[in-house]
């Protein structure tokens, strides 16, 4: 496995070894071994969670203030745009935000500490997504901000208007949200 740094340096890519041929492929999805040693990930996963969504999709940005979730996040058909928001109030990089393309033929997968809105925008015609979490989802402690607040300036690869839920409309803006000591 490789691992990839982005822009916020606690946020990795990770890209694994897949062995492929004319039947198929294989690789291994999740190795904690393998995460401790390359990354230093020290993570219990407690609880999956896949969703599918139509193209231009939007959902989140979605954290919890309690409870918070770091998320190991793959696409297993069809391509997003990814985007994780630092709201650890502490960090240098507090704010600020980096962009993946997630693609399901390129298997990479997504490591998100507890601390970190998500969020992401069906590119395909439809997209299935899948993330494990490090803790079990709280709705009463799920916070949004919203996706296209101007101090965020996160460059959307928009095509049409983005399909949102109510949730999604009515996120908080950064100045005004709960944020993480």
């Known amino acids: 496995m490789e691992i990839l740094e982005t822009e916020i340096p606690d946020v990795?890519?990770?890209?694994?070894?897949?062995?492929?041929?004319?039947?198929g492929f294989f690789y291994e999805s999740y190795n904690e071994r393998v995460l401790l040693e390359k990354a230093g990930i020290v993570a219990k996963f407690v609880q999956d969670n896949h969703s599918c969504s139509a193209q231009n999709v939007l959902r989140g940005l979605h954290y919890q203030i309690q409870?918070?979730?770091g998320k190991l996040v793959r696409v297993v058909v069809g391509s997003v745009f990814d985007v994780v928001v630092?709201?650890?109030?502490?960090s240098?990089?507090?704010?600020?935000?980096?962009c993946v393309h997630l693609v399901a033929e390129e298997k990479q997968q997504l490591w998100i500490p507890p601390g970190f809105a998500h969020?992401?925008?069906?590119?395909?015609?439809?997209?299935?997504?899948?993330y494990k979490t490090t803790d079990y989802y709280a709705p009463e402690h799920e916070r949004c901000l919203h996706w296209d607040d101007p101090t965020l300036a996160i460059a959307w690869p928009l095509q049409a208007e983005p399909i949102l839920s109510a949730k999604d409309r009515s996120g908080r803006w950064l100045q005004?949200?709960?944020v993480f000591e």
Do not use: M, N, W
């Open 12 to 23: 990795l890519l990770l890209q694994p070894k897949v062995y492929g041929d004319e039947r």
């Open 67 to 69: 409870q918070p979730q």
């Open 86 to 90: 630092d709201l650890r109030k502490s």
């Open 92 to 98: 240098a990089t507090f704010g600020r935000h980096t």
């Open 119 to 130: 969020g992401f925008l069906v590119l395909s015609d439809r997209a299935e997504f899948l």
């Open 176 to 178: 005004e949200a709960e």
